[in-house]
């Protein structure tokens, strides 16, 4: 086994005479989550790994879909090993990814190993499987084969890029290059009624017309969808910026600087569009001109600004990018990418009652049905002609986590004025899981601001009684176990996933959730068992992040057990945080000036550390403790 660095040490002398309730719920938590990922494996996977899943993809006008739905389910597996889920969950997430990704080749889904072509608001949910298992097998040689693949199909010289105009050339593309328009049927109306609640994109051009005329009219239908490929098809769009993840992922693995030199040469190619700009455009032709397929708007590329999600898709892509361009540049000034489109939103919103609400509400549905007053402050999600529109709470993920990554007091005040604004009860934790397993930003930021002292345990409540629900949902599934959902109830296995995450990244790690549509982890901080060299908190360890101003984090440690355990903490995700002193409980602070430290609990003790560091002095990297000499 090899040898950990050096570091600093501390040991914990106070005796737990009665183990502290968040201490008790947090390893329960941990216990009920190794049961259920096992509960999901029986009931929805073949022997060899694969989703059991006896329909096809791949075939109709809706031909490209599909590919994220079969990783999703899967996706913050690898999370919870990294927290200290243990070596199980890994083994099994790598061994479903192999198998599903045999699986979707065999449907002809994917390319060299990878999405032969689909936007990046759906292929950046389908890679955070791929990313969590880089970052817990970083020698893997698979891994790293195919991560640097997969990136280089963006580089220079890759089929994506163009280098002269600084554009990926399409807004479905991958490893197979551009593919042009939004299905292998040319010019065809590709969108279903699930999306009538969206309206169409392009409702100013003379092909448009109502939902229901073009679907009932095959040549109309055809007219619209040739605008819709000249028009949306081809060129530049924003959430490309998720694709930087792929390049970001080569260089964590790697070291090759010309993987960082793409994330800082794409996103800062977005950069140099806001310049001048009152909003952070959406679309780009071949030729990197704002609007040159849309007769000068900055509004209206696929996933963009207009349609379907707004600033959904075009903040989540925006911070995605930002965050991997500071990651590997150090320059924080990338992130007036991400806070433009929150400030701009902001700007527009205006008091409104919880009926007048539109779409992507439904995160927010218990929170306003106990306001007491009749109406809160909500924020337009899109644009088009007519002005902003689609009107909704502010998706709290992004504003907290911009500051998570800056801890600049102008984010810090931003979170603050959506709060005193808000009408609704920013403590309350209500138990509800979307698939992106985010939504209680809220009552953690009240926690971490002193107005929650209650937050761990109702959150850890909270997680063990979902996490309970899931399980009882796979038990009495009714779809036949033989064969599996059809295409159309591929979200089946996401709705029924029974991980969960954001409560352990908040409360041990001191993180939100990471993002959804391809983002990065970014965590606070990070263990590792110093004994059994494994990832995340050793067995019969808890951990609670109290604090994490600016100035120190806090952070407290049981150990539960009759066994002494050792934990090492690392600064960031990647050791790009520098440790710099540390006390232990109300003693003074003496240094670390390091990457680690190390914290020795006795069995059953509890300690308090007190940590300063300098944010982002050093190198990122997916080394562990133990292999950084």
């Known amino acids: 086994m090899s040898v950990i660095p050096t570091a600093p040490t501390v040991s914990a002398t106070r005796t737990l005479t009665t183990p502290p309730t968040?201490?008790?719920?947090?390893?329960?938590?941990?216990?009920?989550?190794?049961?259920?990922?096992?509960?999901?494996?029986?009931?929805?996977?073949?022997?060899?790994?694969?989703?059991?899943?006896?329909?096809?993809?791949?075939?109709?006008?809706?031909?490209?879909?599909?590919?994220?739905?079969?990783?999703?389910?899967?996706?913050?597996?690898?999370?919870?090993?990294?927290?200290?889920?243990?070596?199980?969950?890994?083994?099994?997430?790598?061994?479903?990814?192999?198998?599903?990704?045999?699986?979707?080749?065999?449907?002809?889904?994917?390319?060299?190993?990878?999405?032969?072509?689909?936007?990046?608001?759906?292929?950046?949910?389908?890679?955070?499987?791929?990313?969590?298992?880089?970052l817990a097998r970083p020698d893997d040689a698979e891994l790293r084969a195919l991560a640097t693949r997969f990136a280089d199909f963006y580089l220079p010289g890759g089929p994506n890029y163009d280098p002269?105009?600084?554009?990926?050339?399409?807004?479905?593309?991958?490893?197979?290059?551009?593919?042009?328009?939004?299905?292998?049927?040319?010019?065809?109306?590709?969108?279903?009624?699930?999306?009538?609640?969206?309206?169409?994109?392009?409702?100013?051009?003379?092909?448009?017309?109502?939902?229901?005329?073009?679907?009932?009219?095959?040549?109309?239908?055809?007219?619209?969808?040739?605008?819709?490929?000249?028009?949306?098809?081809?060129?530049?769009?924003?959430?490309?910026?998720?694709?930087?993840?792929?390049?970001?992922?080569?260089?964590?693995?790697?070291?090759?600087?010309?993987?960082?030199?793409?994330?800082?040469?794409?996103?800062?190619?977005?950069?140099?569009?806001?310049?001048?700009?009152?909003?952070?455009?959406?679309?780009?032709?071949?030729?990197?001109?704002?609007?040159?397929?849309?007769?000068?708007?900055?509004?209206?590329?696929?996933?963009?600004?207009?349609?379907?999600?707004?600033?959904?898709?075009?903040?989540?892509?925006?911070?995605?990018?930002?965050?991997?361009?500071?990651?590997?540049?150090?320059?924080?000034?990338?992130?007036?990418?991400?806070?433009?489109?929150?400030?701009?939103?902001?700007?527009?919103?205006?008091?409104?009652?919880?009926?007048?609400?539109?779409?992507?509400?439904?995160?927010?549905?218990?929170?306003?049905?106990?306001?007491?007053?009749?109406?809160?402050?909500?924020?337009?999600?899109?644009?088009?002609?007519?002005?902003?529109?689609?009107?909704?709470?502010?998706?709290?993920?992004?504003?907290?986590?911009?500051?998570?990554?800056?801890?600049?007091?102008?984010?810090?005040?931003?979170?603050?004025?959506?709060?005193?604004l808000s009408a609704w009860d920013w403590t309350a934790v209500h138990t509800q899981r979307l698939k992106d397993e985010a939504g209680h930003e809220e009552p953690w930021w009240e926690y971490l601001a002193g107005r929650n002292p209650e937050f761990p345990e109702r959150m850890l409540r909270s997680a063990l009684a979902t996490c309970a629900a899931k399980v009882a949902q796979i038990e009495n599934d009714p779809v036949d176990p033989a064969t599996g959902p059809d295409t159309f109830g591929i979200h089946h296995w996401q709705d029924h996933n029974p991980v969960l995450t954001e409560a352990l990244l908040q409360l041990t790690t001191g993180s939100p959730q990471v993002l959804y549509n391809g983002g990065l982890a970014h965590l606070h901080v990070r263990y590792h068992d110093a004994d059994t060299h494994q990832a995340g908190l050793p067995a019969d360890v808890a951990a609670l992040v109290s604090d994490i101003d600016p100035g120190h984090t806090v952070i407290e440690f049981a150990n539960l057990g009759g066994t002494p355990r050792s934990v090492i903490v690392q600064a960031g995700t990647y050791a790009e945080h520098r440790l710099d002193t540390v006390s232990v409980d109300d003693q003074p602070a003496h240094p670390v000036d390091g990457r680690y430290l190390t914290v020795r609990l006795p069995a059953q003790t509890q300690v308090r550390v007190t940590l300063t560091m300098t944010r982002r002095a050093d190198p990122p990297t997916y080394r562990r403790p133990w292999d950084d000499q």
């Open 22 to 134: 968040w201490a008790v719920l947090e390893r329960d938590l941990f216990t009920a989550l190794d049961s259920a990922w096992r509960v999901f494996t029986e009931r929805y996977t073949e022997a060899d790994g694969r989703l059991i899943f006896r329909d096809t993809l791949g075939v109709g006008l809706d031909g490209r879909d599909g590919v994220d739905d079969f990783y999703e389910p899967f996706f913050n597996w690898p999370t919870l090993h990294l927290l200290g889920g243990g070596q199980d969950i890994l083994d099994a997430a790598h061994r479903h990814w192999r198998a599903v990704t045999g699986q979707l080749a065999g449907m002809g889904m994917l390319h060299e190993g990878m999405e032969r072509g689909y936007d990046w608001f759906h292929q950046g949910e389908g890679m955070l499987l791929f990313y969590g298992l880089c």
């Open 164 to 420: 002269a105009y600084r554009v990926i050339r399409a807004p479905h593309n991958g490893s197979e290059g551009p593919r042009w328009g939004f299905s292998d049927e040319e010019a065809y109306f590709p969108w279903s009624l699930a999306l009538r609640p969206y309206g169409l994109p392009l409702d100013w051009i003379d092909e448009a017309a109502p939902f229901d005329e073009l679907a009932e009219s095959p040549d109309r239908a055809r007219a619209y969808g040739r605008a819709m490929w000249d028009r949306m098809g081809r060129g530049d769009t924003l959430v490309n910026l998720a694709s930087t993840s792929l390049a970001a992922n080569a260089f964590l693995l790697t070291g090759d600087r010309r993987y960082a030199d793409w994330v800082a040469e794409y996103a800062g190619a977005w950069r140099d569009r806001l310049t001048g700009s009152e909003v952070l455009p959406d679309n780009a032709g071949l030729t990197g001109v704002v609007g040159e397929y849309l007769d000068g708007r900055w509004y209206g590329g696929h996933y963009g600004w207009s349609w379907p999600h707004g600033l959904h898709s075009v903040g989540m892509a925006a911070l995605v990018g930002a965050a991997n361009a500071l990651l590997v540049t150090g320059d924080p000034g990338y992130l007036d990418l991400a806070r433009n489109p929150l400030d701009v939103t902001m700007r527009h919103g205006e008091q409104r009652t919880a009926a007048q609400m539109g779409t992507l509400g439904r995160r927010w549905r218990p929170h306003l049905a106990a306001m007491p007053a009749d109406t809160t402050f909500m924020i337009p999600q899109r644009r088009d002609d007519t002005g902003w529109f689609d009107f909704t709470i502010m998706p709290n993920q992004l504003t907290v986590s911009l500051w998570q990554l800056t801890r600049d007091p102008a984010d810090h005040d931003r979170v603050e004025r959506l709060r005193a």
